[in-house]
């Protein structure tokens, strides 16, 4: 970002999957005046009812996966009796900690899940709304957040967002957050956790890397164009450079085609990156990053914890530090 606006003097700055993270962060912000939740990502192993809305979390949030699992059976020497009410329309491994364990698993059409969160978040309001489900007991998951309401009780919601569906993206983050304001009240921010699409997005975004605000999260006076503008641009011909670091839009951006489209017009495309990606074999210019754990720094994990890093391999060839090469 301080080489797109310091150096080059574009408001242009922005990575392939950050829409939907920008989405789901503004309908928090909406819901509780701050996209930074105060949710500890411990207390999930601790709780009592578990509400998670994903596709398959195992294999896109694995710790988060993790913790879950914990809070409905523990371990031989502390074992657990946590409830799980499962909203996903993909059968992954957490379904198996749902039923067997008391819990319920809701099963959706994809795109629908915001919409089945929505009827929970009614239900406990006393409105009665019929949830789009392909399975799943709508009564049981009732009376598994009925004991969510005990003030006594450590309640979790935890919702990934879609990575590729900015809407959906938007729609259940809201969702999610009205669901934890029925269930806890002035607490529900304490039990609300909205996971990042992808490693370090809470920390590109604190850093400046959003065309809408700069380090910090500023708002910025002028945005730039975000992603998907800069690919219109790019294909209209409007926008005739690029420069790409420690990014892969053909598989990290939806619509494959569009994207190297885009890219194959520019007139000067530049990446950064460790690994020779298919943007980097689209590239007029390629400058050799180092693997992250060759570098030195922080990344900001799901819950806004800032991390340190330290290289444990020196740079091979005529690789260095991409922050070096900026």
Known sequence: QKLARDVIGTPHVDFSQAAPNRA???AIEAAFGTGALPADMINIALSDVVVCVAGDLESSHNVAALRIKDAITGNPAAPRNGRLV???????????????YGGVWLRCRPGDEAAVVDALSKNEV???????????????????????RD?????????????????????????AANLAIALRGEKAAESLYVLPT???VNGA???????????GRVALAQPGMDFDA?????????LKAMIVVGDNPPMFAPDRARVQKALEGLDVLIVIDSLLTD???AAHAVLADVPSYGKTGTYTNAERRVNRMHAALAALGDARPALLAL
């Open 86 to 100: 499962l909203v996903s329309s993909q059968c992954g491994e957490l379904a198996d900690f749902a039923e067997p």
């Open 126 to 148: 006393g409105a009665e709304v019929a949830m789009p489900l392909v399975s799943g007991d709508e009564e049981a998951a009732r009376r598994v957040l009925d004991t969510a």
């Open 230 to 238: 800069m690919i219109d641009a790019a294909i209209s011909g409007t």
């Open 279 to 281: 943007t980097a074999k």
């Open 151 to 175: 003030e006594k009780k450590t309640v979790s919601i935890i919702y990934a967002p879609s990575p590729v569906d900015v809407v959906a993206a938007g729609n259940g983050a809201r969702a």
């Open 24 to 26: 789901a962060a503004k």
């Open 198 to 200: 992808e490693a370090n």
């Open 205 to 215: 975004r604190d850093m400046g890397v959003d065309p809408e605000r700069g380090p």
